[in-house]
């Protein structure tokens, strides 16, 4: 089978998929957490030193050792890109996904609000210079991701790059997971985002992404209002392979926020849909799509953060392993600074209801059983996501 190289903050969601589709995987992210490094081939770090961040130049070194090996067909990329489009358009491998230049068009503020206008798409009041009257505006950036970057505007707030100002509207955060294909699009499934106040690092973060729920259903012109949107945003960008769609929902009214033009955290959600990565790297290549179709029922992810700094044992790294539902485990001896992912958890129910309460008691489990484990400490587990 051909190899494919999956990078990005955390590759283990691609790997996974990569892994379950038959292709030979290669791994670059920056934590090499267990279950990434037990479905790759190899694995390679390339986080920044602070670990809050990918490093282009740990990147491409990873990337040209794989350059002349025939049985490489490329790489995906996943978060911690944003701010790289431009880096993109020329790296040792060819990129298998939406190409550089329309990646940098969606990460232009100016370019992405100006295509809203013209397409006749809703979104939030937005502008590329700090508002007079900061009260009621946020100050984001296209250059990031999680919602790490949002916080609300302040007078001493300037102008850079990828950075916009946006008036704040009420609503459920929410995104659709789609794949964009010359031929058109399928749109996967809505999914309930968990994104409210944290801390990631030193970093307040208000509207930190914490975990999400899906698919949902929606009322039919809320879903129509989408599936036509993202139609038109894959036409004008040349959108390809998996994406997902940003928006808040108030009522039966929608506003448009991003398109993340990557695989995405929700990914998982949607194991059962069909081979994902390898829809991904079919709409990119100009291939037939395989087979996909909408999951029956809803799962749910959420993320355990640490609440002060810790290493990680055998004991604690063994209590994460031997629980099916937990996801990204650190390697026994990693180190983690405060206000950092632990893991994530999963579960699935019949409904979103029944899917929050299960995170909830798993969350709670998992949390009573690390706190009787010597050397670990207190910790901080999010809630269940919440509509």
Not at 9 to 14: F, G, P, Q
Not at 57 to 86: K, M, P, Y
Not at 99 to 125: I, K, N
Request: net charge neutral; with cysteine.
């Amino acid at each position: 089978m051909a190899t494919l190289i999956v990078a990005g903050l955390s590759a283990r969601i691609m790997a996974e998929a990569a892994s379950q589709d038959g292709w030979d995987v290669v791994a670059l992210d920056a934590f090499g957490d267990t279950d990434t490094r037990r479905c790759a081939a190899a694995w390679h770090a390339i986080g920044q030193p602070d670990g809050m961040g990918v490093s282009p130049e740990r990147t491409r070194r990873a990337l040209a050792q794989f350059a002349a090996d025939a049985e490489v067909i490329g790489w995906v990329a996943g978060s911690g890109f944003e701010g790289l489009s431009r880096w993109l358009a020329d790296t040792p491998l060819p990129l298998i996904g939406t190409p550089p230049a329309a990646l940098q068009r969606l990460r232009d503020p100016l370019c992405w609000f100006t295509a809203l206008q013209d397409l006749a798409l809703p979104c939030p009041d937005s502008r590329m210079q700090p508002p007079a009257q900061p009260r009621g505006w946020l100050c984001k950036s296209l250059h990031a991701c999680g919602g790490s970057h949002v916080r609300p505007a302040s007078e001493q707030d300037t102008p850079a790059p990828g950075r916009y100002w946006q008036r704040w509207h009420p609503g459920q955060a929410m995104s659709t997971l789609f794949v964009a294909h010359a031929a058109g699009t399928v749109c996967l499934g809505h999914n309930l985002q968990d994104s409210r106040p944290g801390q990631l690092g030193e970093a307040p973060c208000p509207w930190l992404y914490q975990g999400a729920i899906g698919p949902v259903s929606l009322p039919t012109s809320v879903d129509h209002a989408l599936r036509h949107a993202i139609q038109a945003l894959t036409h004008h960008f040349g959108l390809r392979g998996l994406c997902s769609l940003d928006f808040l929902l108030d009522g039966e009214s929608i506003r448009l926020l991003e398109v993340n033009a990557r695989p995405t955290a929700t990914w998982p959600l949607y194991a059962e849909a069909g081979p994902l990565m390898s829809a991904h790297v079919a709409a990119s290549l100009a291939q037939p799509l395989p087979a996909l179709q909408t999951p029956p029922t809803p799962s749910g992810l959420t993320t355990l953060f640490t609440s002060r700094p810790l290493q990680i044992t055998t004991a604690v790294h063994d209590a994460l392993l031997q629980r099916p539902w937990v996801h990204d485990i650190p390697e026994p001896g990693t180190r983690l600074t405060a206000h950092m992912p632990l893991c994530t958890l999963s579960a699935q129910g019949s409904h979103p209801a029944e899917v929050r309460a299960r995170l909830s008691a798993r969350r709670d489990t998992l949390q009573r059983h690390l706190a009787t484990l010597p050397s670990t400490g207190p910790f901080h587990v999010s809630p269940a996501p919440h509509a």
